[in-house]
């Protein structure tokens, strides 16, 4: 005991340290969301040197076909699409707004036209301006480059079906008109989409140069309308970002004008190293998900400096529907009683970090219902609905990928199983390889914890994108219907409330809300938690301001 | 002599192919490492993902798609990775060496120092208190794992005193020697004893076992009888020869810490070096990048085996006659 | 086998002639005192972990191997919660409960599923030094049968040999336990009638023994090399000996020493290499434990709760600290440059 004592001693002054400057510490950084881009440009916060950090570069530099959240956070500040999502912080940042056209496009009455007016004058980095005709080249690079949302986001454009199939010398001539004369762009659908203005305003659909080559064009920077251009990158050292010279703001609610005369991301930093570097000023704020140990500090010494928002994603465990013991109705639900949410969370960071998900939309996304059907952990209904499911004693293997929170909610989910009557394994496998290896049929995996993120705020982009027949391929390594669940019934449910989206939005969202509350009772995934982002920056850093589909605004910041 | 020298070059190229043929095989018999599923992410029609494949060139048979890459590597030089399409392997590669070299060179100057003063010191002083001491610290050095050390030592000196005894530490990372040495020295400090830390006490310990066999040698025996003294017959005759082993470990070790085999030092301490670019294709396994590494690792290792063997003969004469 | 069994027959009479080396090492052994102190010490850590569950159940009341996210425990009088949720500033995070120092309960704290830290340590010492040794023991049995034959031979035996350790060396460990880690998560591996489960412990100590053999081998190689000009060994050849009774009889005495202070250090070592393939998924697997994963488990609390990773980190130490100045006793007890050598 004695031999303790120093030790004991040295763990309390730890602790005292950290809540040093806690009491002075705001109690929230939400608050600052909202300010920023309201007021207008402020000159005197002008220049420096934004300097990021995070563990690795995040693949290619071209926007068609970067499918990154890190990489799709710094397109912001480099390329415009015909649309955009606002750029201010908070609920405002889900609405659309017009951007490279000057104004929402006119819509046909059968809903499968779409004609915009390009604004004049907006010019690439490179010093020409954006014609119509950029912009037809642009959507055929789509198909060209074969971008990964070619042959489903964008699969309803007039002739895209034939580019999809044969990508190279793809037309579009029926798909995309366009009018030089009037400036006129019109795409024309096979169907109507409700959700095609939305794909708009997405990086995959950015205007880039008419000459830019129909294929990953990789570490080369393409020229962009932004404020900012990349200067280079290297996705083992940094990517720089320079001011684009021939940037002029035509829409602050677009395109505001960047603040940071520079922006450096650095790569390599473990985030461990990272945090040390913010705390000690050598660094603004760092892309990397905050190692448990140092959340505690940061909320608490480094409260003023962090700045907590939701996340229109959830963690989920998708459960396999076709194999044992996950193919009975009665083993899900089971596991649905089994889990202890609030128990996941603290996995995460607890209960500040992330809500526990009792729905399969989360909230804030169009269609959330607040439902719900299994509130409270209940072992014994688990136990009961095991037996009755006749698959009490299978072998179940958890599949998780080797990073730190999926690791502990593996462990928990592991230890559940056996409480409830299974034999259960852990497996953990490579983060990089695990997205692919859980959701190809060939591999077996009964059970899997993993995330799903908003491509764009639309309930369709969670229920029909994870559970839809179309969305599972057997035997494909890109088959993001891991549960391999396929319910003739609730396709057409989905179908119907797509349909209905497309006239009435209200009456669209309540659907999506009966779906959700149905395919929770079909149990082909168990909701664990809707995250929280925490961003930690610098204590130069102002106006913060977090949009709910992009993330922190980068260009916004003020370093000066 | 130039007939070994060819043949030590065979020898290499045959090491150098057996190695890349093995990774290639083991890289394409695990499941989920497609780059084509990887890159065209989540929900991505067959169509784009068959196209995406075909422009890796891995719809191709396995010999065809390894001699391609063998090609890219080695004739155009224009290998690229799965990954981070656009960048070229054999650029990086060059470009991490220097940092590797500069971490590596450095940490086994002290490593080798501090080995060969512990080792000689408990060796001599056998039966004293400094022995057992001083194995003591070897054996620590020898049981820490360096991830956890270097992150300990980044606590103390970038967190919990960055703020007063180790307020002159600069931040992690990497300075080049040409940018200015004051700054390089300062930036490697760390990341030398940490790594050197680990070999000294490696080092030590075997030098240390050679020693009190070589002082027990007949020949050692002899020169105390013709009356030498004793410090004469330590360092002339029984170093030298308890040396020949350590000669040998230093040459596999240094072969592979110069090949990348520091790789968890060079992460911790945020060095741009080849051990953290291998890491990184390997956790993204990024095969074109993992393969040049790993070749390059190779030669090193491959090459430091044959200076040691040639070395050998020049440090022991009995070994001249033998081979 | 029967030139084996011959070779067996004949060296038994030096041995007993010579008035038993082996014996009389023994004693040596026995009167050496830190030796002594470094066995006890040794057969503490071992029987602290035979006892493991012992202290689990009786001590510590616990379960070691179930999560505990939600549990509860009483310190001081009062009753908190074993995973605590931060409420200062933000309140972010999650701090499992830090050292009682009291055995009866979190002695050295909770890991982040709320799981007692030591009874894990002492269950996880098992596999450690079961994996360390049996590593170390196979590994440097392999290399000294390869050194030897290599550097007795010379030649093409030496060359095609020693290319071997090249490939083994140069090889990317971590690549492999990666990929094997993927392999074999669906059907295990098959090596004839050998089935090796992805979890079982037998695929560490296999990689972790293959990949170090070049590393033991190769220093020996040479030994054995400078050896070949030495006069006992002319002379055992001028006898007609048998290359595998000179292997045996003088080659192997002679480079004994330096196996015997590597296999201290390569199971320091082992343990070590341990923790970073159980970090890739080869090896101990959830929720049983090893030093090694205690170490990686508690490098991600390192900066909240230290002691978990310090005290595995400690255990590694200690018991490679212990096994070390044993080795060194046997060592010198055996002195064999200087005894055994006089039987050639």
Redesign the interface.
């Known amino acids: 005991m004695k031999r303790a004592l120093p030790l004991v001693a040295m763990l309390a002054l730890a602790t005292a340290c950290s809540s040093g400057t806690a009491a002075t510490a705001p109690q929230s950084g939400a608050p600052a969301a909202q300010s920023g881009a309201a007021a207008g440009f402020q000159e005197q916060h002008k220049g420096g040197t934004l300097k990021l950090l995070a563990k690795s570069g995040d693949g290619t530099l071209d926007p068609h076909i970067n499918y990154s959240n890190g990489n799709w956070q710094v397109f912001q500040a480099m390329y415009d699409g015909l649309l955009a999502f606002k750029k201010v912080g908070g609920e405002a940042s889900y609405e659309l707004t017009p951007d490279l056209a000057e104004a929402m496009p006119q819509v046909a009455p059968d809903g499968k036209s779409y004609t915009f007016t390009l604004r004049k004058g907006v010019k690439f980095s490179n010093g020409d301006e954006v014609t119509v005709d950029d912009v037809k080249a642009s959507f055929e690079r789509i198909y060209k480059a074969s971008g990964p949302t070619s042959g489903t986001f964008f699969a309803g454009i007039v002739g895209a079906a034939a580019c999809v199939k044969k990508p190279e010398g793809c037309t579009l001539d029926k798909g995309v008109v366009v009018d030089k004369a009037k400036n006129t762009v019109t795409i024309n659908l096979e169907a109507p989409d409700s959700e095609f203005p939305l794909k708009l305003a997405l990086p995959h659909s950015v205007i880039l140069p008419k000459a830019t080559p129909g294929k990953d064009q990789g570490t080369k920077p393409i020229p962009g309308t932004g404020p900012y251009a990349a200067a280079s990158y290297d996705p083992n050292k940094e990517l720089k970002l320079v001011r684009n010279s021939h940037f002029t703001e035509w829409s602050r609610e677009a395109q505001p004008q960047g603040y940071p005369d520079e922006i450096v991301y650095s790569y390599g930093l473990t985030v461990e190293a990272a945090v040390t570097a913010i705390q000690n000023g050598q660094a603004d704020w760092s892309f990397d998900p905050l190692p448990a140990d140092r959340l505690t500090e940061i909320g608490s010494k480094y409260a003023s400096q962090a700045h907590v928002n939701p996340l229109s994603a959830f963690w989920y465990m998708p459960l396999n529907t076709r194999i044992a013991p996950f193919d009975k109705p009665e083993a899900r639900q089971a596991l649905q009683w089994a889990i202890d949410r609030a128990a996941v969370v603290k996995m995460y960071g607890g209960a500040n970090l992330a809500a526990p998900a009792c729905t399969l939309l989360p909230a804030g996304i169009p269609g959330h219902a607040d439902f719900c059907d299994y509130p409270k952990q209940d072992l014994e209904k688990a136990k009961q609905l095991v037996q009755q499911s006749g698959t009490a004693g299978q072998e179940v293997a958890v599949v998780v990928a080797d990073e730190d929170v999926s690791k502990q909610i593996g462990e928990y989910v592991r230890s559940v199983l056996e409480q409830i009557g299974y034999k259960a394994k852990l497996k953990v496998i490579s983060t990089n390889i695990h997205f692919t290896y859980v959701q190809n049929s060939k591999n077996q995996v009964q059970l899997s914890v993993t995330q799903w993120y908003a491509d764009y705020p639309a309930a369709s982009d969670f229920l029909h994108v994870l559970l839809s027949c179309a969305s599972f391929r057997e035997g494909s390594d890109a088959s993001i219907n891991m549960a391999a669940f396929c319910d003739k019934d609730m396709d057409a449910k989905m179908a119907e409330a797509m349909k209905l989206d497309q006239t009435d939005k209200n009456a669209a969202n309540t659907k999506w809300g009966e779906i959700d509350r149905e395919l929770m009772r079909k149990s082909p995934i168990v909701p664990l938690f809707q995250p929280k982002q925490v961003d930690f920056v610098s204590s130069r850093v102002g106006n913060y301001g977090f949009h709910k589909q992009f993330f922190m605004l980068l260009d916004q910041l003020w370093v000066k | 002599m130039i007939g070994y020298i060819g043949?030590r070059l065979g020898?290499a190229v045959?090491?150098l192919f057996?190695?890349s043929v093995?990774?290639f095989l083991?890289?394409f018999?695990?499941?989920?490492?497609?780059p084509?599923?990887?890159?065209?992410?989540?929900?991505?029609?067959?169509?784009?993902?068959a196209?995406?494949r075909a422009?890796f060139g891995l719809d191709d048979p396995l010999p065809v798609q390894y001699g391609m890459m063998m090609k890219h590597l080695f004739i155009t030089h224009d290998l690229?990775?799965f990954?981070?399409?656009?960048?070229l392997v054999m650029p990086?590669i060059i470009d991490a060496i220097p940092v590797t070299l500069s971490l590596v060179v450095g940490a086994a100057v002290i490593w080798m120092v501090l080995g060969i003063v512990m080792g000689t010191l408990a060796g001599w002083l056998k039966g004293t208190i400094v022995d057992?001491l001083v194995?003591?610290v070897g054996?620590?050095g020898?049981?820490?794992?360096v991830?956890?050390l270097g992150?300990?030592v980044?606590?103390l000196t970038?967190?919990q005193l960055?703020d007063s005894v180790f307020s002159w530490v600069p931040?992690?990372?990497y300075v080049p020697f040409s940018q200015s040495p004051g700054q390089w020295a300062l930036h490697l400090l760390f990341p030398w004893l940490t790594l050197a830390l680990l070999y000294a006490g490696?080092y030590a310990?075997?030098l240390r076992?050679?020693l009190?066999?070589a002082l027990?040698?007949d020949y050692v025996r002899t020169a105390r009888a013709k009356g030498l003294s004793e410090r004469r017959i330590l360092i002339k005759h029984a170093l030298r020869c308890s040396l020949?082993?350590i000669v040998?470990?230093f040459g596999?070790d240094f072969g592979?810490l110069v090949?990348g085999a520091a790789?968890l030092t060079e992460?911790?301490f945020?060095l741009?070096g080849v051990g953290?670019?291998?890491?990184?294709a390997?956790?993204?396994?990024d095969l074109p990048v993992?393969m040049g590494t790993?070749l390059y690792?190779?030669f090193f290792?491959?090459l430091a085996?044959a200076v040691v063997d040639v070395l050998?003969a020049r440090l022991?004469p009995?070994?001249r006659?033998?081979? | 086998m029967t030139a084996e069994l011959a070779v067996d027959g004949v060296r038994t009479t030096p041995a007993a002639a010579g008035a038993g080396p082996w014996r009389q090492a023994g004693a040596r052994l026995l009167r050496n005192r830190s030796a002594m102190i470094a066995a006890s010490g040794l057969a503490l850590i071992v029987l602290a972990c035979v006892l493991a569950p012992l202290y689990a159940s009786a001590v510590a009341g616990t379960d070691p191997f179930v999560s505990n996210v939600s549990g509860t425990t009483v310190v001081g009088g009062q009753q908190v919660q074993v995973l605590q949720q931060s409420t200062e500033g933000l309140g972010l995070g999650v701090t499992p409960i830090g050292p009682t120092w009291d055995p009866g309960h979190f002695f050295l704290g909770a890991d982040g599923q709320g799981r007692d830290v030591m009874a894990r340590l002492l269950y996880g010492g098992r596999n450690s030094l079961l994996i360390g040794g049996a590593a170390a023991l196979l590994c440097c049995f392999l290399a000294t049968i390869l050194g030897i034959i290599a550097g007795y031979f010379g030649g093409w035996v030496d060359s095609v040999l020693s290319r071997f350790f090249d490939v083994i060396w140069a090889f990317p460990v971590y690549l492999l336990a990666i990929c094997l880690s993927v392999v074999l998560l669906t059907s295990g591996l098959h090596l004839g009638p050998v089935h090796i489960d992805a979890g079982s412990l037998w695929l560490p100590v296999l990689i972790i023994a293959v990949i170090y053999v070049p590393y033991v081998a190769r220093p020996l190689r040479g030994q054995v090399m400078a050896l070949r000009g030495k006069e006992f060994l002319h002379a055992a050849v001028g006898l007609g000996a048998s290359d595998l009774r000179i292997m045996r009889r003088e080659v192997l005495p002679n480079v004994l020493p330096t196996v015997i202070v590597f296999l201290p250090l390569m199971t320091a070592l082992n343990m070590l290499t341990e923790s970073a393939l159980s970090f890739l998924s080869v090896g101990v697997q959830s929720p049983d434990a090893s030093w090694g994963t205690i170490i990686n488990d508690g490098l991600a609390l390192l900066y909240t709760r230290p002691m978990i990773t310090i005290s595995a980190g400690l255990f590694v130490a200690l018991t490679a600290v212990a096994l070390n100045v044993f080795g060194d006793g046997v060592r010198d007890a055996l002195d064999p440059n200087a005894r055994l050598r006089g039987a050639a």
């Open positions: 043949k020898a045959f090491v057996a190695i093995l990774v083991i890289f018999a695990t499941p989920g490492v497609d084509a599923a990887r890159i065209a992410g989540k929900n991505a029609d067959p169509a784009t993902l196209q995406v422009s690229t990775s990954v981070n399409r656009g960048t990086q057992p194995m003591l054996v620590f020898v049981s820490l794992p991830y956890w992150e300990v980044n606590l970038q967190k960055h931040p992690l990372g490696i310990r075997l076992g050679e009190i066999n027990n040698e020949i082993p040998s470990l596999l592979a090949g790789l992460v911790v945020g741009p953290k670019l291998t890491y990184q390997l956790q993204n396994l993992i790993v690792a190779a290792v491959v085996n050998y022991d009995r070994v006659h033998a081979a």
